[in-house]
């Protein structure tokens, strides 16, 4: 279900119950549905990488319901069809359809909540994808270690480099499809339409940039003698 227009009101205290539940994090996956995107290729040292952007990307977050759920409690989110109240427990769906004292004004049956839904929004955003094969000093079983800290050090690279604030890039990875590696890392602007900083990067020399912002990420200043390397140095 696309993530509906919402009604909230400010709770003056909440329950124990809630204030447990508004801890646990939620399961949300991004999708990026790529088109038509301009790419070129960026060659480092021993590493190459595809770098792709597409302006106004369609990116797709589904929001499947608390990650840490309890077995007894439902998946995704419940919805009350007759009320329009949102269900997060099993026992808030009992007191919800109780016969005899239901807490639904409009004394909702089993039948009217509607179960496992999964919340989606979707958006136009300014996107870059990075995509490279793992590295041959990199042991496959460390593959998801390397493109982890691959896609948070080039991140942290792309916001100091443009001086921007976490809320306004966006990131994730997902399978790659083509031939230039198996996991591609995606950054998106969060803002529709965008401030244009993403499409920077189609100038390779602005990559390279953030490449090194990267590289002090990860070592501390690339021109220090003595500064370690590593796989993402050399992109
Ligand atoms: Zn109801």
């Not at 994090?25 to 597409?54: C, F, H, K, M, W």
């Not at 990307?57 to 007894?72: E, H, K, M, T, Y």
């Not at 001086?163 to 399978?175: A, M, N, Q, R, S």
């Not at 990267?214 to 140095?233: I, K």
Request: include cysteine; aromatic fraction near 8%.
């Amino acid at each position: 279900m696309e993530l509906p227009n919402q009604h909230a009101r400010p709770e003056e205290y909440i329950t124990s119950d809630e204030e447990e539940r508004r801890r646990q994090d939620y399961e949300i996956n991004s999708y990026y549905e790529r088109s038509d995107p301009q790419s070129y290729d960026l060659e480092g040292d021993g590493v190459e990488a595809r770098v792709t952007y597409e302006g106004s990307a369609n990116i797709i977050l589904v929001n499947s319901g608390l990650r840490d759920a309890d077995d007894d409690d439902p998946d995704g989110f419940a919805l009350c069809m007759e009320c329009n109240r949102w269900l997060t427990s099993e026992d808030q769906i009992e007191s919800h359809t109780d016969e005899d004292d239901s807490e639904c004004y409009a004394n909702a049956s089993e039948e009217a909540i509607k179960r496992d839904i999964e919340l989606f929004s979707e958006g136009q955003h300014d996107t870059v994808t990075l995509t490279s094969p793992l590295p041959a000093d990199i042991e496959p079983q460390r593959a998801e270690e390397f493109y982890r800290t691959l896609k948070e050090t080039v991140y942290q690279g792309i916001l100091v480099s443009f001086d921007l604030d976490e809320e306004e890039i966006g990131t994730f990875v997902k399978p790659a499809t083509g031939e230039h590696g198996q996991v591609t890392t995606v950054f998106y602007e969060t803002s529709d339409g965008g401030a244009g900083v993403l499409h920077s990067l189609m100038d390779e020399t602005r990559f390279r940039q953030v490449a090194r912002e990267t590289q002090t990420v990860l070592h501390g200043d690339p021109d220090d003698e003595g500064a370690a390397s590593g796989p993402v140095t050399s992109v």
